[in-house]
C-alpha cells in the first residue's frame, strides 16, 4: 500500500477532522474512509493525535519553511510582502480545508483536540513579516513600527483568509495580495525632506 495508503489515510482524517472535529471523530472512521485497516494508520502515523498533528504541525511548518526562502530573496520590502501574501494565499487555495481545521481547531474548546499552539505559529509568521518590514524602515522604504506594520498586515490577510475559507471569497490572489501590502504600506511609505525613522 505504501505512500499511496499515507495519502488516503491523511486525506480521510483531513475530510473528517474538518467536518465533525478531532474529538468526533473516531479512528475506526478513518480506516474506513481511507480503506485501510487499523494496524496500516498505526504503521504510518502511530496513533490519531500523530495523525492530526502530522497534519497541521507538519504543513504549517512547511509553509513557513518556504515563506523563510521567500524572506530571504532580493527586492524591495513591498514586494517581498506581496510574494510572501501570495505564497500563503496559494497554500490556502491549494488545501482550504487544511486551512478550515486550523481556523476550526484555533477556535475550539480547549479540551477538543491534542493542544498545539498556534499562537505560537501564528507569532512566527508575525515575526517573519516584521523582519521584512523592519529592513524596509531600515533601508528608508517604509517609516513607523515594523511589529505594527506586520500585524496590521497579518491580520488583514487572515480576515480575507478566513472568509475564503467560510465563502470561498474573494479569490485569494497575487493582486489581492498585492492591494492588501499596497493599503496598509501606503501610509507608512517615507516622506521626502522628514528626517529619521522612527
Not at 514586494?79 to 500563503?88: E, H, Q, Y
Not at 516584521?130 to 522604504?141: K, Y
Not at 513600527?145 to 480576515?159: F, K
Request: charged share 25%; hydrophobic share 40%; glycine share 8%.
Amino acid at each position: 500500500m505504501g505512500e499511496n495508503a499515507r495519502d488516503r489515510i491523511r486525506a480521510a482524517a483531513l475530510d473528517l477532522f474538518t467536518q465533525k472535529g478531532y474529538a468526533a471523530t473516531a479512528t475506526r472512521e478513518i480506516c474506513q474512509r481511507a480503506r485501510v485497516t487499523k494496524p496500516v494508520l498505526y504503521y504510518h502515523f502511530g496513533n490519531k493525535e500523530k495523525l492530526y498533528r502530522s497534519l497541521v504541525v507538519d504543513a504549517c511548518q512547511g509553509a513557513l519553511q518556504e515563506l523563510n526562502r521567500i524572506a530571504a530573496c532580493s527586492g524591495s520590502t513591498r514586494k517581498r510582502l506581496v510574494d510572501l501574501l501570495a505564497a500563503d494565499f496559494a497554500h490556502t487555495r491549494r488545501d482550504p480545508e487544511l486551512a478550515a481545521l486550523y481556523f476550526r481547531m484555533m477556535f475550539s474548546a480547549r479540551k477538543e483536540g491534542p493542544h498545539i499552539d498556534y499562537v505560537a505559529m501564528g507569532k512566527h509568521w508575525a515575526d517573519l513579516l516584521t523582519r521584512v518590514v523592519r529592513e524596509g524602515v531600515r533601508q528608508g522604504e517604509l517609516e513607523g513600527s515594523p511589529r505594527q506594520i506586520a500585524w496590521a498586515l497579518l491580520g488583514t490577510h487572515v480576515i480575507y483568509t478566513m472568509s475564503f475559507v467560510l465563502r470561498g471569497r474573494p479569490v485569494l490572489s497575487r493582486a489581492l495580495a498585492r492591494s492588501i501590502v499596497d493599503l496598509i504600506c501606503s501610509g507608512c511609505a517615507r516622506r521626502r525632506g522628514r528626517a529619521g525613522g522612527r
